[in-house]
């Protein structure tokens, strides 16, 4: 600790006697200054301690040393020391006095010990302090570092931390969630932290903040509580959060910069080792949309191999393009961007194995073998983490940060499975995230969860896509198959194609293939191609009605309605079935079509649900 003016008084060759203010020798000593100005009020800092021979003083005079002391002790002076022998046989008592009056330690310093004397015992402490406060970090690094390479990890890393800072430390993983805690009690306090860590999140990194005391389940939070983000480059891994009683000193300091330090490299992993992991589940979702599921599982190993002994999910998440009033993101330099690769429009097809009709190939699969490499990578949360690891999100090609939709889904569904410790497959594709999923496990569930957020941002459970825009939103839609396994995955891949095309038409966020058959037809059939084709199938009818010469779009709606019952239309319309018999004729001649063709009838009402007439 700082050196004081207890420890000065008890400095064995300085000699020092305690004239006033006896009870506050236990402040600390920032510096000690020599001063004969009336007024050395503009040269102090705080926490000094003054040395002064009363040259310049009317130190006899109470009033004089009333305001004297009084300006000292406003200017944070923790005490002053009084050359006795040098001006002054005594002390004054009117120094005395105003000393006592103010509560400022006065100390008389004897004529055998100058003042450089004190300045360098008291500089000499503070060295000391600084070198003990040096020391102890660089022994708190090493014994964080071996709590992190151990068995325990960041577990036992947060509990060396607390009991070095006499306090507590927390682990927030990418998302904001609580992952660890100590003591154990410190569980229940930093649950209360997560606004704020959410709020430190949206902050480029490295980032941090402190908060004060808060009050919460009727409980007021007296520590002082101290916020880190972890990760390197501008993309937060997690958050690390310790709480103390009083402003870190140096020493605790040192330990939270290398327990950040320490954290950062176990939620980053090597470049080389995230490659590898990456290049290894591109390839086995590959060879799963090949129809090599044996394969498949041979290279998957242990890393996720368990993810294809289970049924799984596959799920299609896809960016949407910016709409006319928004600016598309454009990543930053220092991502990785996947390089342009081949996309065709109309996706080759292979036969079914059983003998049906020829269905779509995954994109970039062709009917001779397995998918052509892609360019983009793969995320795959460990599938067994060691006890007490710390989450792992490795950064999306497709998104720059937390805040994008892909790399917000990415970093969802990744800490959702690392808290649970299971396994996922994640593979960007261009402005797509194909995921594996376990059916029923976290990473589902935090699809759905990331779902019912983001339609509750909108302001509702669905959006409608407008006839006149190119997309229903900025942000995600999401296609999730049924269950399936590794003989069926490219059944799973085609059904979330399926869910994702209907969640694009519907407005929706998440839509599952059970559900693709829930709901109207209408919807799906609501953009400028349908009503294009509706309107010039209709439009002879609007030209022939502009004239007045008939309700023929009216009469056409009320009999189709109507099933072709002439009386009930006709009773609808409030006309004679003849006079609805008539019209019909006319709708067929100048259409050129025949009411009889049951397709014609479909066509034309669902013309006339796509116009609205």
């Known amino acids: 600790m700082p050196p004081t003016l207890a420890s000065l008084v008890h400095h064995s060759t300085l000699k020092l006697t305690v004239l006033a203010g006896g009870d506050r020798l236990d402040v600390p000593v920032r510096w000690a200054h020599v001063s004969e100005l009336p007024d050395p009020v503009p040269y102090m800092d705080g926490g000094e301690l003054l040395l002064t021979t009363a040259m310049?003083?009317?130190?006899?005079?109470?009033?004089?040393?009333?305001?004297?002391?009084?300006?000292?002790?406003?200017?944070?002076?923790?005490?002053?020391?009084?050359?006795?022998?040098?001006?002054?046989?005594?002390?004054?008592?009117a120094l005395v006095q105003a000393a006592s009056e103010a509560g400022l330690p006065l100390l008389g310093v004897p004529p055998?010990?100058?003042?450089?004397?004190?300045?360098?015992?008291?500089?000499?402490?503070?060295?000391?302090?600084?070198?003990?406060?040096?020391?102890?970090?660089?022994?708190?690094?090493?014994?964080?570092?071996?709590?992190?390479?151990?068995?325990?990890?960041?577990?036992?890393?947060?509990?060396?931390?607390?009991?070095?800072?006499?306090?507590?430390?927390?682990?927030?993983?990418?998302?904001?969630?609580?992952?660890?805690?100590?003591?154990?009690?410190?569980?229940?306090?930093a649950a209360r932290l997560t606004s704020d860590v959410e709020r430190l999140r949206g902050r480029p990194a490295p980032a941090s903040a402190v908060v004060g005391a808060t009050e919460a389940d009727g409980e007021e939070a007296t520590d002082r509580v101290e916020l880190q983000t972890l990760g390197i480059g501008r993309r937060t891994r997690g958050v690390l959060a310790v709480g103390t009683a009083a402003p870190l000193g140096t020493a605790e300091r040192y330990a939270v910069h290398s327990a950040?330090?320490?954290?950062?490299?176990?939620?980053?992993?090597?470049?080389?080792?995230?490659?590898?992991?990456?290049?290894?589940?591109?390839?086995?979702?590959?060879?799963?949309?090949?129809?090599?599921?044996?394969?498949?599982?041979?290279?998957?190993?242990?890393?996720?191999?368990?993810?294809?002994?289970?049924?799984?999910?596959?799920?299609?998440?896809?960016?949407?393009?910016?709409?006319?009033?928004?600016?598309?993101?454009?990543?930053?330099?220092?991502?990785?961007?996947?390089?342009?690769?081949?996309?065709?429009?109309?996706?080759?097809?292979?036969?079914?194995?059983?003998?049906?009709?020829?269905?779509?190939?995954?994109?970039?699969?062709?009917?001779?073998?397995?998918?052509?490499?892609?360019?983009?990578?793969?995320?795959?949360?460990?599938r067994t983490p060691p006890s007490g690891?710390?989450?792992?999100?490795?950064?999306?090609?497709?998104?720059?940060?937390?805040?994008?939709?892909?790399?917000?889904?990415?970093?969802?569904?990744?800490?959702?499975?690392?808290?649970?410790?299971?396994?996922?497959?994640?593979?960007?594709?261009?402005?797509?995230?194909?995921?594996?999923?376990?059916?029923?496990?976290?990473?589902?569930?935090?699809?759905?969860?990331y779902a019912t957020t983001t339609e509750a941002h909108r302001g509702g459970t669905a959006r409608p896509r407008p006839r006149e825009a190119t997309d229903i939103d900025d942000g995600v839609v999401i296609g999730l198959s049924a269950p399936a396994g590794p003989i069926a995955a490219s059944a799973a891949y085609r059904q979330a194609e399926q869910a994702l095309s209907v969640a694009r038409r519907r407005g929706r966020v998440l839509v599952e293939h059970e559900q693709v058959a829930a709901g109207s037809v209408l919807p799906l059939l609501a953009d400028d191609a349908v009503r294009a084709f509706a309107d010039g199938l209709l439009r002879a009818l609007y030209d022939h009605d502009a004239t007045g010469r008939g309700d023929?779009?009216?009469?056409?709606?009320?009999?189709?309605?109507?099933?072709?019952?002439?009386?009930?239309?006709?009773?609808?319309?409030?006309?004679?079935?003849?006079?609805?018999?008539?019209r019909m004729r006319r709708v067929e001649e100048i259409l050129g079509r025949s009411l009889d063709d049951p397709d014609v009838r479909m066509e034309l009402w669902l013309a006339l649900k796509a116009t609205g007439a």
Not at 66 to 76: F, H, I, N, S, W
Not at 574 to 580: A, D, I, K, N, Y
Request: charged share 20%.
């Open 56 to 93: 310049q003083l009317d130190a006899e005079d109470p009033d004089a040393m009333r305001r004297y002391v009084r300006r000292l002790v406003d200017a944070g002076v923790v005490g002053l020391g009084f050359a006795v022998g040098v001006n002054y046989e005594q002390a004054p008592a």
């Open 112 to 189: 055998r010990t100058p003042f450089i004397a004190i300045s360098k015992a008291v500089s000499a402490a503070i060295a000391a302090d600084q070198y003990r406060a040096v020391t102890a970090g660089f022994e708190a690094q090493r014994e964080l570092t071996r709590a992190a390479i151990g068995a325990e990890g960041p577990t036992e890393l947060l509990a060396r931390l607390a009991a070095h800072l006499d306090g507590w430390a927390a682990l927030y993983d990418v998302s904001g969630a609580l992952i660890g805690s100590a003591p154990d009690w410190a569980a229940r306090r």
């Open 260 to 382: 950040v330090a320490l954290l950062t490299l176990t939620t980053e992993r090597s470049r080389a080792l995230r490659d590898a992991e990456q290049r290894l589940g591109a390839a086995v979702l590959r060879m799963l949309l090949a129809g090599e599921p044996d394969h498949a599982r041979a290279v998957a190993g242990q890393l996720y191999g368990g993810l294809l002994d289970a049924p799984f999910r596959m799920l299609i998440a896809e960016a949407l393009p910016a709409g006319p009033h928004t600016t598309p993101t454009t990543p930053r330099a220092h991502e990785p961007q996947a390089s342009p690769g081949p996309h065709p429009t109309a996706l080759p097809t292979a036969p079914e194995t059983d003998g049906t009709e020829p269905r779509p190939l995954p994109r970039g699969a062709t009917p001779a073998g397995p998918v052509p490499p892609a360019p983009e990578p793969a995320h795959a949360a460990p």
């Open 389 to 449: 690891s710390a989450p792992t999100a490795p950064c999306s090609p497709t998104a720059a940060g937390s805040g994008e939709p892909l790399g917000s889904l990415a970093d969802a569904v990744e800490a959702a499975c690392v808290r649970t410790g299971e396994a996922v497959l994640i593979v960007p594709d261009g402005a797509r995230l194909i995921v594996l999923a376990s059916d029923g496990g976290a990473a589902v569930r935090a699809c759905a969860e």
């Open 552 to 582: 023929l779009v009216a009469s056409l709606r009320a009999w189709l309605s109507r099933h072709g019952q002439w009386d009930a239309a006709a009773a609808e319309l409030g006309v004679h079935r003849h006079t609805l018999r008539y």
